[in-house]
């Protein structure tokens, strides 16, 4: 089973665009255990935890070697994810949000989240499109993952189908870390070279640091990791909308957002 890369459009108006994530309530479970997770949409690891609204994904499923299941539930249920594992193992639960806009009412907000993620001289690009530096729209949609240990733990992360995507290189429950954790970051079915990877640290007490990192020619990120810390990984596309999308939505940018989440056992 694979996740659907296009998604009909639903539209908001967030005041910004933050993070996107997938958080465990536990990141290991007993063979016999079962998954639960929230839908978490903010910024430094923090946020609001959200319903299972059906209405709101393209595509929410959980995989585990070869084997996949969607993740059914009812309407408005917190945790979104409450579901048995699909083997014991390293399991994968994705998720594909339905695409919405921010609003700009002036460059300097837009060139402020163009250096955060550095995308580089995007104010050539504007101009020379003749687009206007001023009430202007993004149109964005979310790539979520995380990885869930079940029993022994045991297997590897993969692409899912996910437009971009990041996977997980090291298995964070099974692996030794002493060298670090990598990660892997695509677009479509490109390798994302020179691309910046934000990671966000979250300690038991959940103070987080943030750090910065950038992928090498073959997209491998790799970074240090800690016992008994959670994990999420974030990266993200700028690109400019297909005709289609930009007449649906009216944006002149569109951003793709890969997140991935995980813990280290203590």
């Known amino acids: 089973m694979r996740i659907l890369a296009f998604a009909f459009i639903v539209f908001a108006a967030p005041a910004e665009a933050h993070e996107f994530w997938i958080e465990p309530t536990d990141y290991q479970v007993e063979a016999d255990g079962s998954l639960e997770a929230d839908i978490v949409n903010g910024e430094e690891f923090a946020g609001v935890k959200l319903a299972y609204l059906p209405q709101r994904f393209v595509n929410f499923v959980l995989f585990a070697g070869d084997a996949s299941a969607r993740v059914t539930g009812r309407t408005g249920d917190t945790p979104a994810l409450q579901q048995e594992p699909v083997a014991e193992g390293l399991n994968i639960a994705a998720y594909q949000a339905n695409s919405a806009t921010v609003d700009y009412e002036n460059w300097e907000r837009f060139q402020r989240f163009v250096d955060h993620k550095d995308f580089g001289d995007v104010l050539s690009q504007h101009e020379a499109r003749g687009l206007p530096l001023e009430n202007f729209t993004e149109v964005y949609s979310r790539y979520s993952k995380s990885l869930i240990g079940v029993g022994n733990s045991a297997g ?13 290189l090291t298995n964070p429950y099974t692996d030794d870390l002493s060298d670090g954790f990598q990660v892997q970051v695509y677009y479509r079915n490109d390798l994302r070279a020179n691309t910046q990877v934000e990671v966000f640290e979250k300690a038991a007490d959940s103070q987080v640091s943030i750090s ?49 989440t995980f813990a280290v056992p203590d």
């Open 156 to 168: 590897a992360d993969r692409r899912v189908g996910l437009e971009t995507e990041i996977v997980a």
């Open 212 to 260: 910065l990192y950038q992928t090498d020619e073959n997209g491998i990120a790799t970074f240090p990791v800690r016992p008994g810390y959670s994990y999420m990984v974030d990266a993200v596309v700028l690109r400019e909308p297909n005709e289609r999308l930009a007449e649906l939505s009216g944006a002149v940018w569109e951003t793709l957002w890969a997140n991935l």
